[in-house]
T-cell receptor
Framework: GAVVSQHPSRVICKSGTSVKIECRSL??????MFWYRQFPKQSLMLMAT?????????EQGVEKDKFLINHASLTLSTLTVTSAHPEDSSFYIC??????????????FGPGTRLTVL | GQNIDQPTEMTATEGAIVQINCTYQ??????LFWYQQHAGEAPTFLSY????GLEEKGRFSSFLSRSKGYSYLLLKELQMKDSASYLC???????????FGAGTRLAVHP
């Protein structure tokens, strides 16, 4: 099956610093990647949709200048949390979607990154 | 607006059957997915429905009624390892975008 990796799996940083999270599709080309945030005991909240070579589309209420997304290639997307604050502490999950060949094609999720801002 | 509802928590006994319901109201519909998520891990794909009816995959089955905006996930022969959150998600809009419900936390006890 399709594999998506994320790095790092866990990061602790000081308030005010920036953190970069990488999402890679290992065995397929992902035309679209998605970034989610998940707070404890809550569901996944879509933050943004990124397509290779174009600007990301952010969901309502997500600050594009704070959460910078770069989808530089068909196998890599990065999320940078700029000037992180304690309220940004969360579980960040990416997913990747290959070109749709079947209506059953789904998103493949990375293992997630646990961000803790002190 | 987009709205997906599922029960917050459910409990069941090992070996039993449990049904997790999901209702949705979305602008556009191109399929409904069920995912399983263990605490601290990424969601894993369980099932997909786009046409009305029942899809069966081993111990798991999923049902869809598009006219009622309703789906359920049926888990049979429950095992302790089935204790997890179950997420209902609707694909609506472009780019294979998924809208997730809040998830149902299932606790299986002996």
């Amino acid at each position: 099956g399709a594999v998506v990796s994320q790095h790092p799996s866990r990061v602790i940083c000081k308030s005010g610093t920036s953190v970069k999270i990488e999402c890679r599709s290992l065995d397929f080309q992902a035309t679209t990647m998605f970034w989610y945030r998940q707070f404890p005991k809550q569901s996944l909240m879509l933050m943004a949709t990124s397509n290779e070579g174009s600007k990301a589309t952010y969901e309502q209420g997500v600050e594009k200048d704070k959460f910078l997304i770069n989808h530089a290639s068909l196998t890599l997307s990065t999320l940078t949390v700029t000037s992180a604050h304690p309220e940004d502490s969360s579980f960040y999950i990416c997913s990747a979607s290959p070109p749709l060949q079947s209506v059953a094609d789904t998103q493949y999720f990375g293992p997630g990154t646990r961000l803790t801002v002190l | 607006g987009q709205n997906i509802d599922q029960p917050t928590e459910m409990t069941a006994t090992e070996g039993a059957i449990v049904q997790i319901n999901c209702t949705y109201q979305t602008s556009g519909f191109n399929g409904l997915f069920w995912y399983q998520q263990h605490a601290g891990e990424a969601p894993t794909f369980l099932s997909y429905n786009v046409l009305d009816g029942l899809e069966e995959k081993g111990r798991f089955s999923s049902f869809l009624s598009r006219s009622k905006g309703y789906s359920y996930l049926l888990l049979k022969e429950l095992q302790m390892k089935d204790s997890a959150s179950y997420l209902c998600a609707v694909r609506a809009g472009g780019y294979n975008k998924l809208i997730f419900g809040a998830g149902t936390r299932l606790a299986v006890h002996p």
